[in-house]
């Protein structure tokens, strides 16, 4: 629209009118061009989240998570912050606590009628319970989110992330409101902060083991999480192109017997950061066969997957979605809930791109848990038309454990599970 006018423009600087009322006409419309500027600068700055403006639209944003450690007053102080576009982030009470009896003390209370933070500069911080906590352990989503703190009774609002019950804010931020000096040190790892003559210093070294990074989603946005049976095979490569393409993850519920004929595949998944699920060995279904059957195909499913990519699973998805008390029962038993589906593409059935892609797209909703096939063709070629209509449409993918645990979902063994509502 914008760049449509300036021709317009151009031509009235040559039209036959008198200079000065062209003059005043391009006045008008280089205010209304300049108003209409400034609207869309302000636009953009209230509504694309701040996280946002640092890449380039990724699709899948993670923080990840470090061990932090600092020494003060021959005190070791243990905590964990978060990386997320080489930003650290820090739990305001872990920083208060560190900084508890030096110089750059601060008390924090939470207002819950203002529904704002409250720090004073000097003050003693007054621990309430669960400092320098090294949780969280489990935690695979987070969500962006905006805090209020007020600072020695200035308020600002600050991009947050909420993570496992906590809120991260960038410490950069914190310090800048606080006039304290911050400064990275890339080599050491370590991040200084300063206040007068005062400097403290405390690394930060990667930490590894579950939660190391938290898939960081938009709670203002829909959720949605792709699965695919029966794998793997030949065809799971031209699935995992085309999720690669736009980096969105997926689940995998793969068969114990095809397994040992497609290691790599399973492995590339696995590498691809996609979850992997067990759909059991042979594909028959579990209510005709006997307990024993069932544990056994289940078992050596687990110990196929473990032995490709060392990563035990923790789904299991029935052949057909066939189930009964019996096989609950027994699933129960060996710890697996059950994932079924809310949205069936019935791409086994149709084998045509169209149809898959207009089951899915006339059909999805918040949360829902798409159920496909990844040794079929058409399949993989309706995924690469899918994953970016729905971008478009604003959805966010998950892993099925990921939709669980965003949605407060507890898995319990033995019980079924069709979607994330
Ligand atoms: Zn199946």
């Not at 508890?100 to 500069?121: A, H, K």
Request: proline content about 5%.
């Amino acid at each position: 629209m914008r760049g449509a006018s300036f021709p317009s423009l151009t031509t009235k600087i040559h039209s036959k009118r008198s200079v000065m009322k062209s003059h005043i006409f391009n006045l008008r419309i280089l205010n209304k061009l300049i108003a209409l500027l400034l609207t869309a600068i302000i636009f953009f700055v209230i509504a694309t989240p701040v996280y946002a403006a640092n890449g380039a639209k990724p699709h899948v944003i993670n923080a990840v998570r470090s061990n932090s450690v600092v020494t003060l007053n021959n005190q070791v102080h243990r905590f964990h912050t978060f990386n997320l576009f080489g930003q650290n982030h820090i739990r305001i009470r872990d920083l208060a606590s560190m900084l508890s009896g030096s110089l750059m003390q601060f008390s924090v209370d939470w207002n819950s009628e203002l529904r704002i933070i409250q720090l004073q500069i000097g003050r003693p911080y007054n621990p309430v319970g669960g400092e320098l906590s090294l949780r969280p352990t489990n935690v695979k989503t987070g969500t962006f989110t905006n805090t209020r703190i007020s600072i020695n009774n200035n308020e600002h609002t600050l991009s947050t992330i909420h993570i496992g019950g906590e809120t991260f804010f960038r410490t950069r931020d914190i310090a800048d409101a606080m006039g304290f000096s911050l400064r990275w040190n890339p080599e050491s790892r370590s991040i200084t902060l300063g206040a007068g003559s005062l400097r403290i210093e405390y690394t930060t070294t990667p930490y590894e083991g579950p939660g190391s990074t938290v898939r960081l989603l938009d709670p203002n946005r829909p959720v949605v999480a792709l699965t695919f049976d029966d794998g793997p095979s030949s065809n799971t490569n031209l699935v995992l192109d085309a999720l690669g393409e736009h980096g969105v993850p997926a689940t995998f519920f793969v068969l114990g017997s095809r397994i040992s004929a497609n290691s790599a595949t399973l492995r590339r998944t696995a590498n691809a950061g996609h979850e992997i699920a067990s759909h059991a060995w042979s594909h028959r279904s579990l209510t005709r066969l006997s307990n024993e059957q069932i544990r056994t195909e289940v078992t050596d499913t687990s110990n196929a997957i473990r032995y490709v990519t060392g990563i035990t699973p923790t789904l299991l998805r029935t052949p057909y979605g066939a189930t009964n008390r019996r096989v609950e029962g027994v699933l129960e038993s060996m710890g697996f809930p059950l994932i079924h589906w809310s949205l069936d593409t019935r791409d086994w059935e149709s084998r045509s791109q169209t149809a898959i892609f207009n089951a899915t797209m006339n059909h999805v909703r918040d949360r829902d848990i798409i159920l496909m096939h990844d040794i079929h063709e058409p399949t993989a070629h309706a995924v690469r038309r899918i994953v970016p209509a729905l971008l478009t449409r604003g959805y966010q993918f998950v892993t099925v454990s990921e939709l669980m645990c965003y949605s407060r979902i507890t898995l319990m063994p033995g019980i079924e599970y069709r979607h994330g509502r």
